[in-house]
T-cell receptor, first 113, second 115 residues
Framework: SQQGEEDPQALSIQEGENATMNCSYKTSINNLQWYRQNSGRGLVHLILIRSNEREKHSGRLRVTLDTSKKSSSLLITASRAADTASYFCATDLNQGGSEKLVFGKGTKLTVNP | EADIYQTPRYLVIGTGKKITLECSQT?????MYWYQQDPGMELHLIHYSYGVNSTEKGDLSSESTVSRIRTEHFPLTLESARPSHTSQYLC??????????????FGPGTRLTVL
């Protein structure tokens, strides 16, 4: 089963609207990260939120973390067509002394002009 | 843009060929990773390295092998490619904060098609 799962799987909105994506995870974490992937490209890091933080902002991005519910949300305000991409959450997994990032399946966001 | 490079970007080869996917980073990062990603799906970690002469297998069983002779270089080799190896391969690197996962920087990926 997935450590991190995004919801919804796909989201289509109009330019100027806000987009909210959610991520749920199963085990305790040190931090949670959000990444963006344009079609056929590598991932680009957006924001990292540590387990002792509840909210973080970066430009038009706002990330919240609720460790009691094991969930996070990514809000993109005033969306633009250029925000069209897949968005992944990633949680760290410290297992047997090795540290790994576990990625969800992503939310595919389409922003229509 | 991250200073991490992958070549080739696209590769179409026949079954049974040996291939090497190249990955280089100029950020001096100790940790490097290879992920496999099918279209529209999640990333699966197939190999990672803590530094020179360190290689570890990831979560997804893979018939590929890796080497880490230099800090900046982390090539992935398939001795005999098969159609089941068709996928996108993403290389990434990060600083090693000793037990805490830091930001990972990704290359543009290599899209491999095995006929």
């Amino acid at each position: 089963s997935q450590q991190g799962e995004e919801d919804p799987q796909a989201l289509s909105i109009q330019e100027g609207e806000n987009a909210t994506m959610n991520c749920s995870y199963k085990t305790s974490i040190n931090n949670l990260q959000w990444y963006r992937q344009n079609s056929g490209r590598g991932l680009v890091h957006l924001i990292l939120i540590r387990s002792n933080e509840r909210e973080k902002h970066s430009g038009r991005l706002r990330v919240t973390l609720d460790t009691s519910k094991k969930s996070s949300s990514l809000l993109i305000t005033a969306s633009r067509a250029a925000d069209t991409a897949s968005y992944f959450c990633a949680t760290d997994l410290n297992q047997g002394g090795s540290e790994k990032l576990v990625f969800g399946k992503g939310t595919k966001l389409t922003v229509n002009p | 843009e991250a200073d991490i490079y992958q070549t080739p970007r696209y590769l179409v080869i026949g079954t049974g060929k040996k291939i090497t996917l190249e990955c280089s980073q100029t950020m001096g990062h100790d940790k490097m990773y290879w992920y496999q990603q099918d279209p529209g799906m999640e990333l699966h970690l197939i190999h990672y390295s803590y530094g020179v002469n360190s290689t570890e297998k990831g979560d997804l069983s893979s018939e590929s092998t890796v080497s880490r002779i230099r800090t900046e270089h982390f090539p992935l080799t398939l001795e005999s490619a098969r159609p089941s190896h068709t996928s996108q391969y993403l290389c990434a690197s990060s600083e090693w904060a000793g037990g805490v996962i830091d930001t990972q920087y990704f290359g543009p990926g290599t899209r491999l098609t095995v006929l």
